[in-house]
């Protein structure tokens, strides 16, 4: 099939500087990249790979061949550190507890505690929880929710944005690899563009008068369609891009005077990703607050969402029923995860060191002219490669180079959108840590040239 290459993920990858790299890993390696590949169904963003792993522990990531990578990636599951020992001892003490699994009519202790905790953390406003086994499923559960409660059924979303696998989430995601070729997809599905202020399409400078631009986007829907149930989105983009308050005040405005639900989806920037326990509370608080990834410790998939009281009214129906809803076991790896986020004070270590990062790496715009903007907030951070510093042309082919660059020097990242590289280490960071990736960036960016 004959089709442009990708640089962006990386496991579709067929270009010069992945076959360089592929030629640098040993037999070993490259004999389980083989088996992998003979043996999976092949997809874009996960078969083939780009190398094998024999252990993910705290910040890193270690190969066959014994080399580690400070990972700036982690799916977004390693807030608390990979393999964290607290987590791993309390799915261990579940499991010789003989309690992993119960059937939906009972309930269990470390659901309720679990349900508890999370309510303990969030916004004030938000005191009921639903669990399920992923992300997908909880992004569908929070718009069946909105459907119910508002009694419309149409959603506004984001271009770009990604929201799961499902019929529903892969509506809602603005991304064509998600839903090209599965035909019609849920009716009733809007995007919006989400606001970037570095690349704004009408040039604009003040950042008000971008946000009113892209509010008109939302205002223009609304005028002809009356029924929308929900405006979903994440607060702060994966890419990253930080929208204003005023933004998010605006649409909270907009979602109160038109009966719409506001669902936050925090997948990836809760449990003290941007700073914050929750990335809302850089701006409001939703009606609907979605979690996953490091809900599960590392360990476990577990997801959920978290509502307002007024929203208990679904008594009569089932909008989560999963055979996994109120697993004990995945409980007991969220529970000690969020404990540990709380008794190392790693919210806090990520508002500190997320600063620290960002002067730094905000700092090389003054020596590399490639680096065209930084943005994100805590250790939720992204740094946009540009050919030309005035007309922003993305630095997509450099960008690969660079990230394979930091990757010889044991600092992994991933590049969205083909020039942006996404840095999401481990809330356990060390300052040094921090210095490390900013050091392997210089060494890359002397080392390549545009």
Not at 30 to 55: E, I
Not at 131 to 148: D, N, Q, R, T, Y
Not at 355 to 363: H, Q, R, V
Request: proline share 5%.
């Amino acid at each position: 099939m004959d089709a442009e290459i990708s640089r962006e993920q990386g496991d579709i990858n067929t270009g010069d500087l992945r076959a360089a790299y592929i030629a640098t890993l040993d037999e070993h390696t490259r004999y389980w990249l083989d088996q992998d590949a003979q043996y999976f169904l092949h997809q874009a963003l996960s078969t083939p790979v780009m190398n094998v792993l024999t252990k993910t522990e705290g910040a890193y990531i270690e190969d066959l061949r014994g080399k580690r990578y400070l990972d700036l990636h982690g799916n977004g599951v390693h807030n608390a550190g990979f393999s964290n020992p607290d987590v791993i001892e309390a799915v261990i003490k579940q499991l010789r507890e003989h309690l992993a699994f119960t059937p939906r009519r009972y309930t269990n202790i470390p659901a309720v505690k679990l349900a508890k905790k999370l309510v303990e953390v969030t916004p004030p406003e938000l005191t009921r929880v639903l669990f399920c086994p992923g992300g997908s499923e909880a992004i569908e559960m929070a718009v069946a929710l909105a459907k119910h409660v508002t009694g419309k059924w149409k959603t506004i979303s984001f271009w770009d944005s990604y929201h799961g696998n499902g019929f529903q989430a892969s509506s809602l995601g603005g991304e064509e690899h998600f839903s090209t070729g599965q035909g019609p997809m849920i009716p009733g599905a809007f995007h919006i563009e989400f606001p970037n202020y570095y690349r704004n399409p009408w040039a604009l400078t003040d950042q008000q008068a971008i946000d009113e631009a892209y509010l008109r986007q939302l205002k223009v829907i609304l005028q002809r369609h009356p029924d929308i149930a929900a405006i979903i989105a994440e607060p702060i983009s994966s890419t990253p891009v930080v929208p204003s308050e005023y933004y998010w005040r605006q649409i909270r405005e907009i979602c109160d005077r038109h009966n719409i639900l506001l669902i936050f989806d925090e997948i990836i920037e809760g449990f003290g990703r941007t700073g914050k326990w929750f990335a809302c509370e850089h701006y409001v608080t939703p009606d609907v607050l979605v979690l996953g990834k490091s809900l599960g410790g590392g360990l476990l998939p577990f997801a959920g969402i978290v509502t307002k009281e007024k929203f208990n009214v679904l008594q009569h129906r089932s909008i989560g029923h999963f055979t996994h809803e109120k697993n004990p076991l995945c409980s007991a790896a969220g529970l000690a995860a969020i404990e540990y986020i709380q008794e190392n004070k790693l919210v806090a270590n990520a508002a500190l060191l997320g600063d620290y990062l960002f002067e730094k790496l905000t700092a090389l715009k003054t020596r590399f002219p490639v680096v065209g903007n930084v943005a994100g907030k805590g250790l939720h951070l992204g740094i946009d490669l540009v050919r030309d510093p005035q007309n922003k042309a993305r630095a997509t082919a450099y960008a690969e180079q660079i990230m394979y660059d930091c990757l010889e020097q044991g600092v992994a990242f991933k590049v969205i959108e083909g020039n942006i590289l996404t840095l999401r280490p481990a809330l356990t960071i060390t300052k040094d840590e921090c210095d490390l990736i900013v050091t392997a960036l210089e060494n890359a960016f002397d080392r390549n040239k545009l």
